[in-house]
Structure formats: C-alpha cells, structure tokens
C-alpha cells in the first residue's frame, strides 16, 4: 500500500521563489514511491541538496547529542551558521533537518519547513499503511486459524445420530473444543474441553489437545487412561501457566452407558426420564499442571435420558450484566425444550441466549447425547 502523495502548497511557493516549485514537486513524487521511512528521510536530504544546501543532515532522536526537542526550532530567523527544523507526526517530533556549516545560507528555512512538513506527512501516511497492513496480515491468521478450528470439529451427521455439539467463540477463534465420532464396534468416543487464556497460544494448544484426543480415542475405552497420557503430554510441551479442564468419555448406544473421566471441569449433567438431574463433579485437576495425576472413570446408564457436558461459557451467560445463567438456569431452559430433537434442543437453547439483555463472557461449547435415540433398538 502506498502512501497519499502529499500536495504542496503553491501559496507559499510564491514566498519561497520560483526555483523551489519544481524541487518540492519532484519530493512530493519522490516521497509518494517510497516504500520505507529512510527512503523518504533520502528524499528530503536529496531535494534540500539540489535546493543548494549541501551539508544538511537528517537527526533523530538517536543520531542527535540533545533531545530534539530542545534544538528544534521554526524561526524563520536563520541562527548563525545553524539551524535545526523540525520534522514532526501528528504534534510529535521524530526528526529534525539540521543545516550548517559554509552552505547554511544557501536556501530560506522556509523552504526547508516546507520539506520537513512534507516529509512529516509522508512518514504519517507510511506509518498509517503499515499498520493497516500488519492489521490486515493478522486478520488473514486469524481468519486461517479460525478455519483450522473448524476443520477440528465433528463432521455433519444425521439428524438421528444420539450426539450433537455446538461452539461460538466469543471472539475470532475459540478456547473450547468438542468432539466426537463413531467407531467401527458401534462405541461412540466424545469429548469436551476448555484451555486457559485467549488467543492464539490458546488456539493451538486447543488444537493439540483436540488431535490428541482423537488419535487416542479411536483404540481406546478407558477415559481416565486417555486423560492422563493427554496430560503427561500437554505438562511437557504446553506454555506456563496455560491448562485445560476436560471430559472425555464412551458411550455405548447399544446398553446407553456412559464411562467417562473429568479433568477440572464443570459438572457434567444427566438428564432421567422423570426429569431428575444428577451431576458428576470434578475430582482431579485440569490438564497441564502436574504430570502425575490419576484419573477416575464413572459410569452412568442413562436409561434413555440424556447428558450434557458444557463450558464455563454457558453458565456464566450474564444476564443484564447482573445475573449469570447458572445451571439451575440452563436446566430451566433444558426443560423448555425438552420436548424438541436433539439438535434442534440446543441450537433453540442458544437462540434463547441471543436475546435481549443476555451477554456473552467467554467462548461457549455445549454437546449433548440423548439415548433416546441411541437406544431406539432397545
């Protein structure tokens, strides 16, 4: 992106004389072309040399002995034998043009402010493109990571199948993860996972927790084993400070059993026929925080009802910025749909959370198994 040629003002080429014209119209081209800050610094020094000033240097903050500030100066009373004008962007000084010695008479300082004002433009236009270009860069990463994200989920299954997920970041790119799949012996792996922090350090640590998942789980039906070689791993590589809470289970559509292990994270819900609910908390750690941890699997036949993990997003849903859902409030809007598929439940259960006066605070990430129709055949 190229920086806006500055115009000149012709006004003021009357006072600087006929000669200057052509100098400061050439700069305003020269300036325009450049690509970088020293290349319009170039500019400047070349047009104020042709003008007849031979031995001007361009200063900053580093080349000068004082602080630019100090010697700056837009008197149009040349001192003797020196003078220093400033190049300043947006009020503040970054350089200066100092003209000395045998040659310092050669052109009016009115003519170098005009190039220093030029020039100052110029570097403000750069700086602004720049910008705008690192800005544009990283929209485009965050963009490729968000698609990468959503490579990493499920892929579309039927309406029937007794399994459904749904992620929203709260931002570009997400913090949760969810997951699951169907094995040839029938067996249906799943998990659901939150990582620390924001950004992109969470982003990729959420995307080797969710591959490593799904390598694992495909030959294996013991959540708590899978969870502690998942964490063995993430204590080794991930950042410091950063960990994830965690479920990962097994659920068996044929008898409707759920074996399942949790990592720090919120209590998972079941949902029985009689709409009674039980939760299952958390009794180890998060992943990522000590190597040696032991898990523990529980298991619970849902008898047709259903189970629900979530994350934090969810419950912390604030509504008109004073009151959190809670889970006493999603299982209120459990219920209000309870009548409604499994997929539709709970994309009708965020459509609820889109109205007026709910706030969303963090990424959300729910998924659901309803063995009613897992258990259809039984």
């Not at 325009?32 to 047009?47: D, F, L, N, R, V």
């Not at 965050?142 to 990468?148: I, P, S, T």
């Not at 007026?356 to 009613?372: H, K, Q």
Request: glycine fraction near 8%.
């Amino acid at each position: 992106m190229r920086a806006a040629r500055p115009r000149p003002n012709i006004a003021a080429e009357q006072e600087l004389g006929p000669r200057c014209l052509p100098l400061l119209l050439q700069l305003g081209h020269d300036i325009a072309a450049a690509s970088t800050h020293k290349e319009i610094a170039a500019a400047a020094m070349q047009a104020i040399a042709l003008a007849g000033q031979h031995d001007a240097a361009w200063l900053t903050e580093a080349d000068a002995e004082q602080p630019l500030a100090s010697f700056g100066t837009t008197s149009s009373e040349p001192t003797p034998r020196s003078r220093s004008i400033p190049v300043t962007v947006r009020g503040r000084q970054i350089a200066a043009i100092s003209c000395c010695g045998a040659d310092e008479a050669a052109i009016s300082t009115e003519f170098v402010q005009t190039v220093a004002g030029l020039t100052g433009l110029a570097l403000d236009n750069l700086t602004m493109a720049e910008d705008l270009a690192k800005q544009s860069n990283f929209q485009d990463e965050l963009a490729l990571v968000a698609e990468l994200q959503r490579n990493l989920l499920p892929k579309e299954q039927t309406r029937s199948f007794p399994v459904y997920g749904l992620n929203r970041p709260v931002r570009h790119i997400s913090g949760d993860f969810f997951d699951f799949f169907e094995r040839p012996d029938g067996l249906i792996p799943f998990a659901l996972g939150d990582v620390s922090g924001k950004g992109l350090n969470a982003a990729l640590l959420m995307a080797k927790t969710a591959s490593l998942f799904r390598c694992l789980a495909k030959n294996m039906d013991d959540p708590s084993t899978l969870l502690e070689i998942v964490n063995r791993e993430i204590c080794e590589t991930a950042s410091r400070g950063m960990f994830v809470t965690m479920v990962a289970g097994l659920y068996d559509p044929a008898i409707g059993l759920v074996r399942f292990a949790n990592a720090g994270h919120e209590p998972p819900l079941v949902r029985l026929p009689d709409r009674s609910y039980q939760s299952f908390a958390a009794d180890a750690p998060p992943l990522g925080i000590l190597p040696d941890i032991v898990f523990r699997t529980e298991e619970t036949n849902l008898q047709r009802g259903e189970f629900y993990i979530f994350s934090d997003g969810l419950t912390e849903f604030r509504y008109d910025s004073q009151e959190d859902l809670g889970v006493e409030g999603l299982i209120q809007l459990v219920e209000s749909k309870a009548k409604t598929p499994l997929r539709a439940r709970l994309e009708a259960l965020l459509s609820d959370l889109d109205g007026d006066g709910w706030e969303a605070r963090d990424d959300l990430t729910v998924l659901a198994i309803d063995d009613s129709l897992g258990g259809a055949s039984r």
